[in-house]
């Protein structure tokens, strides 16, 4: 008998991007899901298109870009944001509408102002109509756990009959355990089955209590064939079911869930490490499966037992999940055929243009570090070339005088697109202030810096440095960028100058948050 085929339904685009601070450009949606197609991923949901005309344009243009899985548009169900998803699927090869409304009272009551009636026949009328603009059609009622059980069948009958063709269970809050939630998705399977055999039956869980890929494969236990994810578990609140663990711990423990998967895990670490670098949200190092220490092994006992045989303490393979293992070693005198032959080993398919600004950058670090590991190449090559923007300023070089009975004071020289050379200089209450006050005069502009976080990406005295920060202008745009040198106060300068870029080529209708475009049209999602 042939194990069924469990779907992966990537959310990191629509919810994942709904994480506090988080912010993505267009070209950075495109590349997150580029690699989501190599991935292998069966459904990305690429926006909420009603939402601002950023959004829009995204789901348009990954909708226009990536062919082979089914692309997905969330509407609430209201005509006008199932209009805006018909509009942004136009051109998918394979697209589909995702509706939601609520199933729990205190949702009804409280958001929506609904009666339950009132919402039963929203939903049939949405699905209905999304129906005339595709064949793929997802319905969702939000907060399962805490909705009335009959209430839910009635509601999930009813969407079915209207012609959805997956129905997709979702614990909003987080609120429900394995046992309970397994329950629910037997029940309501049981009931559509009733109606439409054909079909599909999706979880989606949130990790409030720490429980989200227990839920999830909770419910694959209980019949459902589609999990809703996002890569490193990102999402609203604590996040969602992390894509990485769900999927490995289908295949890890294929003998108890007897489950298959498209998904071609060696791409696993580099799509983690890709939306770590555009998210500026730091993969913790204990993360299973993608973490730092996922494969690390620092006890005696433990490193005895993978030097004699790995199986003793590694139920996964490093190299199944794309984890680099190579201990290659470039440095200063390597030529542009061995940067090549790593990068692409590594996963990176660059351009000339973006090949020549890696090859760059891997000079200027050989020349401050005498071995360059993998690591450092990913942070450079995913800080520098995959995540830039379009250069509007470029920093030339700084100057930093600083001590313990010196006010520190920085003088930077950018040089604008046009070629200009600017030179500023500014004191501040530390070195790392002391240059952005100096970009911000040199730029003419002020910027308020959200976040800042620095990490060694390995270690060592002259370990690469990798600073991420997040700006916002004095309209609300925010962006995020990323640096990497061996140099702290570099990292933290090119980390400044590519967040100033990305604010600047973001558009005007864009600014406060990535919701901005429709009053009232950010409600908790699924």
């Avoid at 993608?290 to 494969?295: E, L, P, Q």
């Avoid at 070339?385 to 001590?403: C, D, K, M, N, S």
Wanted: charged share 25%.
């Amino acid at each position: 008998m042939t194990e069924p085929v469990v779907r992966i339904f990537d959310t990191t685009l629509r919810d994942g991007e709904q994480s506090p601070g988080v912010g993505l450009s267009l070209e950075e949606k495109l590349e997150i899901a580029r690699q989501l197609e190599r991935l292998g991923v069966d459904i990305i949901e690429a926006g909420f298109p009603v939402t601002s005309p950023g959004d829009m344009a995204a789901v348009q243009a990954i909708a226009a870009t990536v062919r082979t899985p089914v692309i997905c548009g969330l509407a609430r169900t209201r005509r006008g944001d199932i209009d805006a998803a018909a509009r942004g699927l136009e051109r998918a090869a394979h697209p589909r509408i995702h509706t939601f409304t609520s199933g729990s009272r205190v949702h009804l009551e409280h958001m929506l102002r609904m009666t339950e009636e009132q919402a039963l026949a929203a939903a049939v009328d949405a699905v209905g109509y999304a129906r005339g603009f595709v064949d793929d059609v997802e319905f969702s009622a939000q907060d399962v756990a805490r909705s009335d059980p009959a209430f839910l069948t009635r509601l999930y009958v009813a969407a079915v009959e209207a012609g959805a063709t997956t129905i997709n269970i979702p614990d909003t809050v987080g609120y429900t355990t394995p046992a309970e939630f397994a329950g629910i998705v037997r029940a309501l399977r049981e009931a559509v089955h009733g109606v439409n055999p054909a079909v599909v039956i999706s979880v989606h869980t949130h990790d409030d209590l720490g429980l989200a890929v227990a839920n999830a494969l909770a419910g694959v236990g209980a019949g459902a064939t589609q999990i809703e994810c996002a890569v490193n578990g990102i999402g609203e609140r604590a996040g969602n079911c992390a894509l990485e663990e769900v999927v490995m711990a289908l295949l890890t423990r294929r003998d108890h869930y007897g489950r298959r998967l498209q998904v071609r895990t060696e791409e696993l670490y580099r799509t983690s490490q890709l939306v770590s670098k555009l998210t500026g949200m730091v993969v913790q190092p204990n993360k299973a499966v993608v973490g730092a220490n996922a494969f690390a092994h620092e006890a005696g006992i433990h490193q005895d037992g993978v030097l004699k045989e790995r199986t003793t303490y590694e139920i996964m393979r490093p190299e199944d999940v794309g984890v680099p293992e190579s201990r290659l070693v470039l440095g200063k005198h390597s030529g542009r055929h061995a940067l090549r032959e790593r990068l692409t080993a590594l996963g990176f398919r660059l351009g000339d243009a973006e090949f020549e600004r890696a090859f760059t950058r891997f000079k200027e670090l050989a020349d401050k570090k005498r071995g360059i590991a993998d690591a450092d190449l990913a942070a450079i090559v995913q800080s520098e070339v995959v995540a830039a923007a379009p250069e509007i300023w470029r920093l030339q070089y700084f100057h930093v005088t600083a001590g313990t009975e010196t006010v520190p004071t920085a003088t930077v020289r950018v040089l604008r697109r046009d070629g200009e050379a600017v030179l500023e200089s500014a004191t501040g209450d530390g070195p790392v202030d002391a240059v952005y006050r100096a970009i911000d005069r040199a730029v003419g502009q002020g910027f308020v810096l959200a976040d800042y976080a620095l990490r060694a990406v390995t270690g060592g005295q002259d370990a690469v440095g990798e600073v991420t920060v997040r700006l916002a202008d004095a309209s609300g745009r925010t962006a995020t960028a990323m640096g990497a040198s061996t140099d702290v106060l570099e990292a933290s300068a090119r980390a400044y100058v590519a967040a100033v870029n990305k604010v600047l080529a973001l558009p005007e209708a864009a600014a406060g948050t990535v919701y901005a475009g429709a009053a009232g049209a950010r409600e908790p999602a699924v």
